[in-house]
């Protein structure tokens, strides 16, 4: 088993800029994917962004320029930094690991004001 917690959601007016971190710990495989996705209310679950235990990772179009996501291995920890944040992004934000397997995190909710 793999757990997930999440933190670094909340509210913030547009043109704002947000952290979330997720910290994985148990079974964890060298070799992952760990990652971001969001959903908004009556929407499907999206990508946001992820990043494999290598370091390849891919983005949305809609946050490319706008959101990084990092990784801190020795901590099995990723990050989302969120800048320039718009009303759009306004979802629940799940973390997700992935190896042979997959977890989702609890989720962090994200608000973005006009």
């Known amino acids: 088993q793999v757990q997930l917690v999440e933190s670094g959601g909340g509210l913030v007016q547009a043109g704002g800029s947000l952290r979330l971190s997720c910290a994985a710990s148990?079974?964890?495989?060298?070799?992952?994917?760990m990652g971001w996705y969001r959903q908004a209310p009556g929407k499907q679950r999206e990508l946001v962004a992820r990043?494999?235990?290598?370091?390849?990772?891919n983005y949305a179009d809609s946050v490319k320029g706008r959101f990084t996501i990092s990784r801190d291995n020795a901590k099995n920890t990723v990050y989302l930094q969120m800048n320039s944040l718009k009303p759009e992004d306004t979802a629940v934000y799940f973390c997700?690991?992935?190896?042979?397997?997959?977890?989702w995190g609890q989720g962090t909710q994200v608000t973005v004001s006009s």
């Open positions: 148990g079974s964890i495989s060298s070799i992952n994917v």
């Open positions: 997700s690991y992935s190896d042979y397997r997959h977890y």
């Open positions: 990043k494999d235990s290598s370091g390849s990772g």
